[in-house]
């Protein structure tokens, strides 16, 4: 069975940095692409980045310039996904969810992680 486990979140002042990591567990699937994602009270979830096998990334307009996204591979099984926040605003007080787009056994499937919240404020 795969899972996604997220580290690395908490509270953190205007303009400090947090890293979020993801790291898969389980076997016998291939990755497409992981990412994060992330949801604010009474907001609906959004992307915030994302990055594919091949290391293509895509982020959200309104981290861009601020969020990198980064991935390791280790012995082609485990899989971790990075999230650094730099110059973080209280905006981006969030859940932040993991996102993997898998193939398991074949099927193409989504999985989440459970989240971790990250509060940006004085």
């Known amino acids: 069975q795969v899972q996604l486990v997220e580290s690395g979140g908490g509270l953190v002042q205007p303009g400090g940095s947090l890293r979020l990591s993801c790291a898969t567990s389980?076997?016998?699937?291939?990755?497409?692409?992981m990412g994060w994602y992330r949801q604010a009270p009474g907001k609906e979830r959004e992307l915030v980045a994302t990055?594919?096998?091949?290391?293509?990334?895509?982020?959200?307009s309104s981290v861009k310039g601020r969020f990198t996204i980064s991935k390791n591979t280790q012995d082609n099984a485990k899989h971790t996904v990075y999230l650094k926040m730099n110059n973080l605003e209280p905006e981006d007080t969030s859940y932040y969810y993991c996102?993997?787009?898998?193939?398991?056994?074949?099927?193409?499937?989504?999985?989440w992680g459970r989240g971790t919240q990250v509060t940006v404020a004085s």
């Open positions: 990055i594919t096998s091949l290391g293509t990334t895509n982020y959200a």
């Open positions: 389980g076997d016998l699937f291939t990755v497409n692409t």
């Open positions: 996102y993997a787009d898998l193939i398991v056994v074949g099927y193409d499937s989504d999985y």
